[in-house]
């Protein structure tokens, strides 16, 4: 909104022009997302209390800690992040741009499903919510509506075709097979963000610099100049994302802050799964699914462990780890949570350095 009021100006009086610089936007971003959360959270807590007199409802399966150290602790948090990410990116952004409009529809929507998730496992005082198909269709309806939105806004020749890393001229032409391809990547990375947040600052982190890193390769990819400098597929108007992964990292950092050990809020499925699926859409936007992968690698290994644990006792009986996701696994084992909470943040920085070496790898 910032942009579209004020960059005219500039035209006439020269201190307006730093609002056409997106570094300038991308930190204006940023900082107002970090002081909205820090603004607006204790607040939310203390609303989110008042409605929540059990807290969010622990499973019974879990690790037995959690029945103990978890118990009360308020849920949906994830609001507090949605707030500050959506009302900074509408500030910051350019409003002209189809693709903000696209993330924003997955983000926000993503967030409403993972809301009415949560509303129901408090009200139902059980660990289940919306019904898995259910969910699920909701997450394919609005991807679907994303992809179609972004396709129909992004250019030949890379409308309906996937990029492959470390190749600077290979683009897989999918035709309409592309479609459920990046609703694919968008729902499957919502749900796998879903899966790691089970402990305190856990999915948080890594969800941040999975932005930053997007917000990098957003950046790189809009500017025509970068992307062929290091033969990555320039996408017109996709650097105004880096604006909305700004919003998403500042929103996370203040939402750390209350969701550090011991965390006073979790973020429910009201914030993992809407970030989830942010980066998804952010991704298929770039040209850079398969990046995505790697950078997000600690959500894929969660995920896979939950798949393998399910295929083995299903298919033998047995059970490949103690428990499922695998952060529960290493919980079993003894390990103490801020250790495999640190430790998964270290794996989630080196593969991130891993994903945006493919930026300069052709």
Request: aromatic residues 10%; charged residues 10%; contains cysteine.
């Amino acid at each position: 909104m910032l942009y579209n009021l004020l960059a005219p100006l500039a035209d006439t009086n020269q201190m307006f022009n730093v609002f056409r610089y997106l570094t300038f936007r991308t930190g204006g971003a940023t900082m107002t997302a970090l002081l909205i959360a820090f603004v607006l959270g204790p607040s939310l807590i203390r609303w989110l209390k008042s409605r929540q007199r059990g807290g969010q409802p622990i499973r019974e399966d879990g690790p037995e800690s959690h029945l103990l150290t978890k118990k009360g602790t308020p849920t949906m948090g994830g609001l507090l992040i949605l707030i500050g990410l959506s009302v900074s990116t509408l500030l910051w952004a350019n409003l002209a741009n189809p693709y903000v409009w696209s993330v924003l529809l997955v983000t926000i929507g993503f967030g409403a499903i993972g809301f009415g998730d949560d509303w129901l496992k408090l009200t139902r005082r059980n660990s289940k919510g919306l019904p898995g198909k259910l969910k699920l269709a909701f997450q394919i309806a609005i991807g679907t509506a994303a992809t179609l939105a972004i396709s129909s806004a992004m250019a030949e020749p890379l409308t309906f075709r996937l990029a492959v890393p470390f190749f600077k001229d290979v683009l897989i032409q999918l035709s309409w097979f592309f479609v459920p391809f990046a609703v694919f990547v968008m729902v499957g990375a919502s749900n796998a963000v879903n899966l790691t947040d089970g402990l305190d600052g856990l999915a948080i982190v890594p969800v941040m610099i999975a932005g930053g890193c997007f917000a990098l390769i957003a950046y790189l990819s809009g500017n025509s100049v970068f992307a062929n400098y290091l033969q990555i597929h320039h996408v017109p108007g996709a650097g105004e994302l880096a604006v909305l992964c700004g919003a998403m990292v500042g929103a996370g950092l203040g939402f750390l802050w209350f969701n550090a050990p011991p965390a006073m809020v979790f973020m429910g499925d009201t914030g993992s799964l809407s970030l989830g699926g942010a980066l998804g859409a952010i991704s298929v936007v770039t040209k850079h699914e398969l990046v995505l992968a790697i950078i997000g690698g600690l959500f894929v290994l969660e995920t896979v462990s939950v798949i393998v644990q399910v295929a083995s006792f299903k298919l033998t009986g047995r059970r490949v780890f103690r428990m499922a996701p695998l952060h529960h696994h290493f919980e079993k084992k003894g390990w103490q949570e801020p250790t495999i909470v640190i430790r998964f943040w270290i794996i989630a920085i080196i593969l991130a350095l891993v994903g945006l070496s493919t930026l300069k790898l052709r």
